[in-house]
Nanobody, 124 residues
Framework: QVLLVESGGGLVQAGGSLRLSCAAS?????????MGWFRQAPGKEREFVAA????????LYSDSAKGRFTISRDNAKNTVYLQMNSLKPEDTAVYYC????????????????WGQGTQVNVSS
């Protein structure tokens, strides 16, 4: 059983910041894994935000996230973070954490493991 639990969502004004966390537990401990973040706004498809490999030396970002969001991880805590700065109303969405042994699978939205999501609301 693999469990991903997101936290850190909430309501913030435009221009503000939030840091999302995703803690992984379960048998995912047995091998290196990549992790990432996706989001889904009401009425829209889920979209890729950012991903990071096991060692943290490879990070991928969507165009909308580049320069504003930073993904990082603490393998000792089995946790991945998404620091979101300069937030915009269009960043409002449910943010999901994903994990898989392959970074490409995470990037493609085909990760084996997903969290339940955390809501982020950005007011104008």
């Amino acid at each position: 059983q693999v469990l991903l639990v997101e936290s850190g969502g909430g309501l913030v004004q435009a221009g503000g910041s939030l840091r999302l966390s995703c803690a992984a537990s379960g048998r995912i401990f047995s091998r290196p894994y990549a992790m990432g973040w996706f989001r889904q706004a009401p009425g829209k498809e889920r979209e890729f935000v950012a991903a990071i490999n096991w060692s943290g030396d490879i990070t991928l970002y969507s165009d909308s996230a580049k320069g504003r969001f930073t993904i990082s991880r603490d393998n000792a805590k089995n946790t991945v973070y998404l620091q979101m700065n300069s937030l915009k109303p269009e960043d409002t969405a449910v943010y999901y954490c994903a994990a898989d042994s392959l970074l490409n699978s995470v990037r493609a939205g085909k990760a084996n493991y997903w969290g339940q999501g955390t809501q982020v609301n950005v007011s104008s």
